[in-house]
T-cell receptor, first 109, second 114 residues
């Protein structure tokens, strides 16, 4: 089967750093995506990794290790507006996105 | 404003009724998708279309049908709704179905089948 595993919920403090992990087992690999989803809203694209290593985009960075089937999303200088669910998704050999259940991130003042 | 629009935003539907969820995009994207999102589960693909005139089945297609008569529209039909189809439905599109193209999502349709 194919599955994406992420922690269900995480809590962090405003101004701090948080790392959200994602492990995957899929039939083939054609890239890994991170999306942000605020409660009651649509997912929005954050990052894309297809090669091993770190991709940095402002306060957000995403890391990929294909050999380990592992990725993480790193959020720095956390703000209250970062409270949301973060969805990890992998494109498999058929170019279909397989989604994790998402990690609900709670930011406390 | 360019984007992807779904209608209705929410709906309460009696079991056994037929319902079509509408989805329209004005970005001229080739690929379009329908997902359902349920608490504790990841987004699950119902049906997809890589280009106008073609459709394919996703992970959970039973009880749903789609059509893609043109580039912009991708309606999802529930022929005879059942309570297990209560969910939030998202339509999405991407430039193509390839490796690195991100998906853009509509605002979602919250459907309750009673």
């Amino acid at each position: 089967g194919q599955n994406i595993d992420q922690p269900t919920e995480m809590t962090a403090t405003e101004g701090a750093i948080v790392q959200i992990n994602c492990t995957y087992q899929t039939s083939g690999f054609n890239g890994l995506f991170w999306y942000q989803q605020h409660a009651g809203e649509a997912p929005t694209f954050l990052s894309y990794n297809v090669l091993d290593g770190l991709e940095e985009k402002g306060r957000f960075s995403s890391f990929l290790s294909r050999s380990k089937g592992y990725s993480y999303l790193l959020l720095k200088e956390l703000q209250m507006k970062d409270s949301a669910s973060y969805l990890c998704a992998v494109k498999n050999s058929n170019y279909q996105l397989i989604w994790g259940a998402g990690t609900k991130l709670i930011i406390k003042p | 404003i360019a984007g992807i629009t779904q209608a209705p935003t929410s709906q309460i539907l009696a079991a056994g009724r037929r319902m079509t969820l509408r989805c329209t995009q004005d970005m001229r994207h080739n690929a379009m998708y329908w997902y359902r999102q349920d608490l504790g589960l990841g987004l699950r693909l119902i049906h997809y279309s890589n280009t106008a005139g073609t459709t394919g089945k996703g992970e959970v297609p039973d009880g749903y049908s789609v059509s893609r008569a043109n580039t912009d529209d991708f309606p999802l039909t529930l022929a005879s709704a059942v309570p297990s189809q209560t969910s939030v439905y998202f339509c999405a599109s991407s430039e193509q179905g390839g490796e690195d193209t991100e998906a853009f999502f509509g605002q979602g349709t919250r459907l309750t089948v009673v």
